[in-house]
Nanobody, 127 residues
């Protein structure tokens, strides 16, 4: 059974930084993709970043490129999202996602691509 637990969210001032963690368990070689999404009230769940467990591939969305970095520590089964230069528009619930739904034709930038999700952690950027 896959379990994903996010942590590290909180309140931060504009221009500040936060580092989110996603502790994963129950993953197999069939679930190499790890992603971060975010969702603000009234908005669609938005792709933020993706990384592979067993490869160097790491992708971030254009909206956060240059500010956010995704990384992983395979020994700890943990994926991180380092967020710098935070803006009020970054305020959202941030979700960790893993795996790929069987026979999914979706891209990794789409929420429907992933099989498992964490409960999310709130990030609020405000003065």
């Amino acid at each position: 059974q896959v379990q994903l637990v996010e942590s590290g969210g909180g309140l931060v001032q504009p221009g500040g930084s936060l580092k989110l963690s996603c502790a994963a368990s129950g993953l197999t070689s069939d679930t190499p993709n790890m992603g971060w999404f975010r969702q603000a009230p009234g908005k669609e769940r938005e792709f933020v970043a993706m990384i592979l467990w067993s490869a160097s591939t790491a992708i971030v969305a254009g909206s956060v490129k240059g500010r956010f970095t995704i990384s992983r520590d395979n020994a700890k089964n943990t994926v991180y999202l380092q967020m710098n230069s935070l803006k009020p528009e970054d305020t959202a619930v941030y979700y960790c996602a893993a795996g790929r739904k069987p026979d999914s034709s979706s891209l990794y930038t789409e929420a429907s691509f992933y099989a498992d999700w964490g409960q999310g952690t709130q990030v609020t950027v405000s003065s």
